[in-house]
């Protein structure tokens, strides 16, 4: 099993910027993608950004040119750094990853807990 840990949430003025991070620790051979969701009151959750262990990233079309994905596969940790906060960012930030237990064996996933950010106007 893999536990991933969340850190950087917190409360912030429009325009500001925040750093989430998100630890993997537990049994795994590998880490493959790395991602980051966000579900806000009411709202489906929605892919934000994600990176392959290779470092190949995506955005979700709100967060591009604010937000930026990276990882440490040394430190099994990724980061979303977010500039230019908006208060429509304001939400619940959940970190995924996909892993496997063998080489060439099945790849399962995992959430993490969640850390709120609220941006305010």
């Known amino acids: 099993q893999v536990q991933l840990v969340e850190s950087g949430g917190g409360s912030v003025q429009a325009g500001g910027s925040l750093r989430l991070s998100c630890a993997a620790s537990?049994?795994?051979?590998?880490?493959?993608?790395m991602s980051w969701y966000r579900q806000a009151p009411g709202n489906k959750r929605e892919s934000v950004a994600s990176i392959t262990s290779s470092g190949s990233t995506n955005y979700g079309d709100s967060v591009k040119g604010r937000f930026t994905i990276s990882r440490d596969n040394a430190e099994n940790t990724v980061y979303l750094q977010m500039n230019s906060l908006k208060p429509e960012d304001t939400s619940v930030y959940y970190c995924?990853?996909?892993?496997?237990?063998?080489?060439?064996?099945?790849?399962?996933?995992?959430w993490g807990q969640g850390t709120k950010v609220t941006v305010s106007s």
């Open positions: 995924n990853a996909v892993w496997r237990l063998e080489s060439a064996g099945a790849w399962f996933g995992s």
């Open positions: 537990g049994s795994f051979v590998s880490l493959g993608a």
